[in-house]
T-cell receptor
Framework: NAGVMQNPRHLVRRRGQEARLRCSPMKGHSHVYWYRQLPEEGLKFMVYLQKENIIDESGMPKERFSAEFPKEGPSILRIQQVVRGDSAAYFC????????????FGPGTRLTVT | GDSVTQMEGPVTLSEEACLTINCTYTATGYPSLFWYVQYPGEGLQLLLKATKADDKGSNKGFEATYRKETTSFHLEKGSVQVSDSAVYFCALSGSSNTGKLIFGQGTTLQVKP
């Protein structure tokens, strides 16, 4: 039973380029969460999605960031016109439900903006 | 809003020493509480959890008790090993009932042989 898959593991982008981060949840999981970990900090919630729906995007920056979780395929976190401050580790987690259900984390994508 | 505060690290211990990492929280309602562990270069793994007051979560020799009266969820282990060296995160499942996790800033543990 494969765990949560994220790719790429490392991504380097120049300022102004776009970054696309992919997350495939565990089999049978229909809930996906994205978190960002800035250097020397804890994880901060960004967005929570179910298939084809954004449920809570209260942690997403208002501009340049978007997320989707289509009916087929992985969840995508998209960052347009990246800036150096976007450099961070981005983690995806999936669960089979909400509330008390355990979230299983992927290995993360480490984005470096040069 | 909901928040989690952990003791600052790094914490450096000798093998077989006792460990306590303090965690306190602020939340409305009755959150679930978690400890996650992150090994270098990896994602987070759930270490233990507690879903209601006075519950004790335990795993791999680690334990933590959900104390509503002191709003705390301190992580303890009686005898640490070198392999326990990692970053430990306390988290709560907030009052929004979407399941999103609110994390503390993390505590780095280094265990020396």
């Amino acid at each position: 039973n494969a765990g949560v898959m994220q790719n790429p593991r490392h991504l380097v982008r120049r300022r102004g380029q776009e970054a696309r981060l992919r997350c495939s949840p565990m089999k049978g999981h229909s809930h996906v969460y994205w978190y960002r970990q800035l250097p020397e900090e804890g994880l901060k919630f960004m967005v929570y999605l179910q298939k084809e729906n954004i449920i809570d995007e209260s942690g997403m920056p208002k501009e340049r960031f978007s997320a989707e979780f289509p009916k087929e395929g992985p969840s995508i976190l998209r960052i347009q016109q990246v800036v150096r401050g976007d450099s961070a580790a981005y983690f995806c987690a999936s669960s089979s439900g909400t509330g008390y259900d355990e979230q299983y984390f992927g290995p993360g994508t480490r984005l470096t903006v040069t | 809003g909901d928040s989690v505060t952990q003791m600052e690290g790094p914490v450096t211990l000798s093998e077989e020493a006792c460990l306590t990492i303090n965690c306190t929280y602020t939340a409305t309602g009755y959150p679930s509480l978690f400890w996650y562990v992150q090994y270098p270069g990896e994602g987070l793994q759930l270490l233990l959890k507690a879903t209601k007051a006075d519950d004790k979560g335990s795993n791999k020799g680690f334990e933590a008790t959900y104390r509503k009266e002191t709003t705390s969820f301190h992580l303890e282990k009686g005898s640490v090993q070198v392999s326990d060296s990692a970053v430990y995160f306390c988290a709560l499942s907030g009052s929004s009932n979407t399941g999103k996790l609110i994390f503390g800033q993390g505590t780095t543990l280094q265990v020396k042989p």
